[in-house]
T-cell receptor, first 112, second 113 residues
Framework: KNQVEQSPQSLIILEGKNCTLQ??????????LRWYKQDTGRGPVSLTI?????NTKSNGRYTATLDADTKQSSLHITASQLSDSASYIC???????????FGRGTSLIVHP | EPEVTQTPSHQVTQMGQEVILRCVPI?????FYWYRQILGQKVEFLVS????????KSEIFDDQFSVERPDGSNFTLKIRSTKLEDSAMYFC???????????FGPGTRLTVL
């Protein structure tokens, strides 16, 4: 069964600090992996999309990595801001059919 | 900046009633999706729609659900006979390619009493 596991479940950091969120998946065959930011009560917003051949992709202060061999991805947030407080969701798409597998998300709280 | 819109923002209905949730995708997008998120749980895929037909659907998308693109701009999700467990936030999304970035709407919160 396809699964996406994220850790930690929640994280509290101080403004200005960096953090890294983890995503492990068992989706096969693999097509691409996405990171989303979801503010409370809002729809997810795409941060990055990574295909099998991509190891790193950046979007401003967000940098995602992908290790397709170990089936792991990480999202690194640099110099966190209060507005980074949100849930960060890892989603993996399988090849051949579009049925995404969502992780439960990491809830990030950034304190001043 | 173009965005996906959804109406209503909140819908309250009685169990057994039919509801229609409406979405206006971004105008040049060709792929449309519905997702749901039960309070406190993860987002779940319901259905994808392309070229006026369903391209993929999950196990959740059973016979009580249907989707339609009644005109060139709207994309609807109908739940025929709502159950208590249908209470959730329903998100519509659209993209210009099956594996391209998806843009989500703000969601419709459905409460079934």
């Amino acid at each position: 069964k396809n699964q996406v596991e994220q850790s930690p479940q929640s994280l509290i950091i101080l403004e200005g600090k960096n953090c890294t969120l983890q995503c492990n998946y068992t989706v096969s065959p693999f097509s691409n992996l996405r990171w989303y930011k979801q503010d409370t009560g809002r729809g997810p917003v795409s941060l990055t999309i990574m295909t099998f051949s991509e190891n790193t992709k950046s979007n401003g202060r967000y940098t995602a990595t992908l290790d397709a061999d170990t089936k792991q991805s990480s999202l690194h947030i640099t110099a966190s801001q209060l507005s980074d407080s949100a849930s960060y969701i890892c989603v993996v798409l399988s090849g051949g059919s579009y049925i995404p597998t969502f992780g439960r998300g990491t809830s990030l709280i950034v304190h001043p | 900046e173009p965005e996906v819109t959804q109406t209503p923002s909140h819908q309250v209905t009685q169990m057994g009633q039919e509801v229609i949730l409406r979405c206006v995708p971004i105008s040049n997008h060709l792929y449309f999706y519905w997702y749901r998120q039960i309070l406190g749980q993860k987002v779940e895929f319901l259905v994808s729609f392309y070229n006026n037909e369903i391209s993929e659907k999950s196990e959740i998308f059973d016979d009580q659900f249907s989707v339609e693109r009644p005109d060139g701009s709207n994309f609807t999700l109908k739940i025929r006979s709502t159950k208590l467990e249908d209470s959730a936030m329903y998100f519509c999304a659209s993209s210009d390619g099956q594996y391209n970035e998806q843009f989500f709407g703000p969601g419709t919160r459905l409460t079934v009493l």
